[in-house]
Nanobody
């Protein structure tokens, strides 16, 4: 069955860094577009960053461009999100998502809190 293990979230001060990981199993990871989404309290879930199946194409929300970097290791079935220069408005639950045409899977989410 499809499983995700998300890790790396936590509490960090403004200006700090975190690296999220999402290890997947139960599907052909290397065929799937991987995306990080986030959802803050009282807000809709929003796309943060996306990476193509082979890793050659990446896209970012305007709010995180220049601060966040998405990457993947298909040998380890893992996608990463390096988050630098964190701001309080980055506080949210972060979810990894796998998509291949109409097939879509979601991770369970990991909390990121940016506060002094």
């Amino acid at each position: 069955q499809v499983q995700f293990v998300e890790s790396g979230g936590g509490l960090v001060q403004p200006g700090g860094s975190l690296r999220l990981s999402c290890a997947a199993s139960g599907f052909t990871f290397s065929s799937y577009i991987m995306t990080w989404y986030r959802q803050a309290p009282g807000k809709e879930r929003e796309l943060v960053a996306s990476i193509s199946s082979a890793g050659g194409g990446r896209s970012y929300a305007d709010s995180v461009k220049g601060r966040f970097t998405i990457s993947r290791d298909n040998a380890k079935n893992t996608v990463y999100l390096q988050m630098n220069s964190l701001k309080p408005e980055d506080t949210a639950v972060y979810y990894c998502n796998a998509r291949y045409y109409t097939n879509q899977y979601w991770g369970q989410g990991t909390q990121v809190t940016v506060s002094s």
